[in-house]
């Protein structure tokens, strides 16, 4: 049973570190892009509305990652209750 253990907390840090990669990785580049716009080092009007089409795509892949998240953790938490029921269908009567 405490290899058990083990082999799930080691499943656990795995996944919290790769969670972690996947969240840094589009906020660096978030960081990047803002700090280029506040150095104004972008050429032209053009140029700068592309940083700014990156920030906005890489952030919404962001809230997408931890919308996903989020509702990883309520399903693998045990509060969550789930009501249970018999639902007849054709099926079940065609097996009858």
Known sequence: MASEL???????????TNISHDLRT???SILGY?????EEKYEDEK????????????????KSMLDDFFQYSKLSSRDI??????IYSRINKAAS
Do not use: A, G, V
Not at 34 to 38: F, G, H, R, S, T
Not at 81 to 86: A, L, S, V
């Open 6 to 16: 083990e082999k799930e907390d080691e499943k656990r840090k795995e996944f919290l």
């Open 26 to 28: 589009p906020l660096i």
């Open 34 to 38: 803002l700090n280029m716009i506040k």
């Open 47 to 62: 140029e700068l509305e592309s940083y700014i089409d990156k920030i906005n795509n890489k952030s919404l892949f962001l």
């Open 81 to 86: 209750q789930f009501n249970k029921e018999y």
